[in-house]
C-alpha cells in the first residue's frame, strides 16, 4: 500500500495520506492519548516514544511530535501502525471519544492549512468565539494581503467544514 507522507518540520508534525479512507467520521479525531481512544491503533500509535498527539480525518492520519524526537524514527513506527490498522480497518469514532473543539483546529490547521499559509511566510491565530464559532487572524504576510479573504473562504473555512462540519462560523479578526 502506497502511502504518502508530507514532513512539516516548523510544527513537528508529519502528515501520511492513505489511499484509502481511514476514518468513516463526520469529524476529525484529535487523540491526545491512548485512553481517548480504545483501540489497538492507537496503542500502538502512543507506544511511539515522542509522539504528542495523533489527528485522524477520511484519509490523514497526522502525529505531532516532541521537538527531541528522532523525526525518521517516529515516522518508520507510525507507518508500521498505519499499515498493521489498514489490514483490518474499524469505525475508531465508535471508539474515540468527542475531544476539545479548539484542539482539534488548531491540530488540523497544523496539518492542513499552516503549511500553506507558511510558504508565503503568513500564518493565522485560532480562538474560539462562543458555541462553534471560531475566529481567525492572519498573521506575518498574511495580515494585509489581498488575497486574504480568498485564502480565507477557499483555504481556511473549507477546511474547517470539511472535517469539523459542527463549524457554524469562521470569522476573520481584522
Known sequence: MLIKTEDLPSKSVINFYLPQIAVSSENAILLENSADCKSDFTNEVFAVEGVEYCLLAENLVSVKYSDESDKEVIKALVLACIDDYMQNPLQLSEYCGNGN???KCEALADAL????LNRD??????SLLGENVLQVQFTGHCAGCPYAQNTLQNVIVKTFKRYLPQIKEVRLKE
Open 113 to 116: 492549512i499552516r503549511p500553506t
Open 101 to 103: 473543539l479548539l484542539r
Open 121 to 126: 511566510k503568513g500564518d493565522i491565530t485560532i
